[in-house]
């Protein structure tokens, strides 16, 4: 099969050659002074270039529609491999059904109500899908530990934001999306980890995903602890606001909350 770039220049060089001969034989046949040959061999070279630019338009816009259908299944099948690998990441951490996708789809929400939309929207989905692949470095024994964990734990367990950071920045697929997965653990009021960062210094992406993540964490079943009443969860979470949250992000998120709540449910990009 011949190459696209050899395919597109072929096309053009008979095209032209055709043109040079025919139209050539059309203008001897029809005129036959050298004044009226020369004035028609100049209207013929600029419709030649018009000609050749719309023959031109066409190959390559359906070549570069071509290379975009393989560019978009390719891209699916990156965030296919994703969803399957964070999958298999829930079921060693013990997650409930779906948590990764759950909190993706929520998120993905929240951030459109905030406006956020196209590329920025698909990478904030990949981040919060991998939200915790840092984990991938945590052992068992601290990752699944059914009780509180000591001192000495939460110093390792408080690595993965890290780990995440160093996994996905060298993958430039996932560059675009390491803002949750290296910051969803920072507060507004700057206490959180890895780094410290308080209010509008925490990537926007990884204030978004922070309410959805603590409220699937209070919601939900854990090795850890039980669920809370939803009340309760959304009392905390409101109480938080200007701490652990930005308070303008939870004031969408519940003014929202059962639109946000029923995306979890619904299909999403994932």
């Known amino acids: 099969m011949i190459k696209p770039y050899y395919r597109t220049v072929l096309i053009y060089l008979i095209f032209a050659l055709l043109w040079i001969y025919f139209s050539d034989a059309l203008v001897s046949s029809l005129f036959h002074s050298a004044e009226m040959i020369t004035r028609v061999q100049n209207l013929k070279g600029f419709a030649?270039?018009?000609?050749?630019?719309?023959?031109?338009?066409?190959?390559?816009?359906?070549?570069?529609?071509?290379?975009?259908?393989?560019?978009?299944?390719?891209?699916?099948?990156?965030?296919?491999?994703?969803?399957?690998w964070v999958q298999v990441m829930d079921i060693r951490h013990k997650e409930t059904g779906e948590h990764s996708l759950r909190v993706t789809r929520m998120t993905v929400r929240l951030a459109g109500l905030l406006g956020i939309e196209g590329d920025?929207?698909?990478?904030?989905?990949?981040?919060?899908?991998?939200?915790?692949?840092?984990?991938?470095?945590i052992p068992d024994a601290i990752?699944?530990?059914?009780?509180?964990?000591?001192?000495?734990?939460?110093?390792?367990?408080?690595e993965h934001p890290v780990i995440a950071r160093d996994l996905m920045r060298d993958i430039e697929f996932l560059q675009p999306s390491i803002d949750i997965p290296y910051c969803h653990h920072e507060r507004w009021n700057g206490t959180g980890y890895p780094q410290g960062l308080a209010g509008e210094?925490?990537?926007?992406?990884?204030?978004?995903?922070?309410?959805?993540?603590?409220?699937?964490?209070?919601?939900?079943?854990?090795?850890?602890k039980q669920p809370w009443p939803e009340d309760q969860v959304l009392l905390y979470i409101r109480e938080q606001a200007g701490i652990h949250f930005d308070p303008g992000i939870v004031e969408v998120f519940l003014d929202n909350y059962p639109e946000i709540k029923a995306a979890a449910k619904q299909p999403s990009i994932f």
């Open 48 to 84: 030649f270039v018009g000609c050749t630019a719309l023959l031109l338009l066409f190959l390559i816009r359906a070549d570069l529609n071509r290379i975009e259908q393989v560019s978009q299944k390719l891209r699916q099948s990156y965030d296919q491999t994703l969803k399957g």
């Open 143 to 158: 990752l699944i530990k059914p009780g509180p964990l000591d001192q000495d734990e939460w110093v390792i367990m408080k």
């Open 120 to 137: 920025e929207l698909t990478y904030i989905a990949r981040g919060a899908l991998m939200h915790d692949a840092g984990k991938v470095g």
């Open 201 to 224: 210094q925490i990537p926007l992406a990884a204030r978004i995903f922070a309410i959805i993540d603590v409220w699937d964490a209070l919601s939900e079943h854990r090795v850890y």
